[in-house]
């Protein structure tokens, strides 16, 4: 079954949203592996949002790429999400398709919050030809914090097992 790697995102009730949209998940494809999550700033100098809680994770699964762009939105929208014309518009939860089989994200070539919890979970991963250790070594690390909330994720995911 093909790994398909998803970004993963919160900054409204993250410790109650990511969990969530873990257990909804779970119940659709199989999740194989969940990367530190960090504390990072908003996007756009958006001061007057709330840290996001960043993370990726690892997927099995048969769904299309169209069928599981679906499945994630029908997840967000279940967390609470409402989308808005705002792109860098607070929210209880991003579920964003980072790699899936001949996809790739182009944000995983800027954005470190991306780029290193996918290199935690795939060291040795090559994308259009460049080793991703090599990618993020030309990304500065923005000031980051672990949060301690890949455990509790990981006790749910035992738990839907």
């Not at 991003?94 to 991306?114: A, G």
């Amino acid at each position: 079954m093909p790994i398909v790697y998803l970004g993963i995102g919160s900054n409204i009730d993250p410790h109650i949203s990511l969990p969530k949209a873990l257990s909804i998940l779970a119940k659709s494809v199989n999740i194989i592996a969940i990367s530190t999550h960090f504390r990072t700033a908003p996007l756009a100098g958006r001061t007057e949002q709330s840290d996001y809680i960043n993370g990726v994770w690892a997927i099995e699964t048969r769904l299309s790429f169209a069928r599981l762009k679906t499945v994630l939105g029908e997840i967000e929208s279940e967390c609470g999400r409402v989308r808005t014309k705002d792109t860098y518009a607070s929210r209880p939860i991003d579920l964003d398709i980072l790699i899936c089989e001949t996809y790739v994200d182009e944000d995983l070539f800027t954005r470190p919050f991306l780029a290193f919890p996918l290199l935690e979970l795939a060291p040795k991963m090559v994308i259009k030809g460049r080793e991703l250790h090599e990618i993020c070594s030309e990304m500065s690390c923005p000031d980051q914090e672990e949060v301690i909330l890949t455990e509790a994720l990981c006790t749910i995911l035992k738990r839907e097992s």
